[in-house]
């Protein structure tokens, strides 16, 4: 007996480290933007663009934080706000509108490509592989790495994209989402993730167990929370909660 039947996760940083593919995408969506730019404006005979890898890329991560203020529940759409702020940064360097939307279009393509290029740590294929036998799983992700195209897809039948739901974590909204997808109570779910502010609090506010992924930490931790310094420990911590649940089961005579 178990009191537990489903199980959220965290991505980034969760079941990948996510830094090395953040950069390269970062770096490499718009060096392929400039350099296929600079390409179609060859051929059609017209002049390069004034614009260059590293003052380029700088004023294009000040307009996503510029336009995060202005349309602040759009703040952690990251796709539309880069989108946004490449229309319009294309547009001002002066390509015609028309070209400035398929070409930040084109760029996001680009983006998404190497966003999904994550390394799973090679333990969590088999790890949701074996917890799928005995729990729901589903994935809540701030970022916006494509749900449908990441390598571990296939383990999470419901995904919700928080930033996109307009309510990233530490929202309640994207939890309360995936726990109704699931036809599961809190107390029923645990979330797994490494955030103590976006994936523990508000999961552990709303009844859920939760795993706190972790490599140092010492305060005391609230009901229902757990550390584990790598999601192989998981199982662990599984074992522990069931054997539990099968005590208070027997000690209540129920
Ligand atoms: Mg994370």
New binding site residues.
Partial sequence: MTMLKAITF?????LWD?HGVMARTEEGHYRWLLEALEAWRAARQEPDLALTQEAGGLDYLQRRQQLAKQVPERRGDFTWLRLRALEAQLEAAGLPRSAALLWAAAAMNEFHRLRVQVTPHPEAAGLLAALTERYQLAAI???NIHLARQPLAAYFPVAIAAGELLAPKPDPTPFLTALSRLNVTPECAMHV???WQ??VLPAQQLGMHAVWISQTGDQALPPRVHRIAHIKELPSVLEMLESQGLERHHSGGV
């Fill in positions: 965290d991505l980034d940083d969760t996510n992700t701030n970022g993730g490494d955030s976006e994936d």
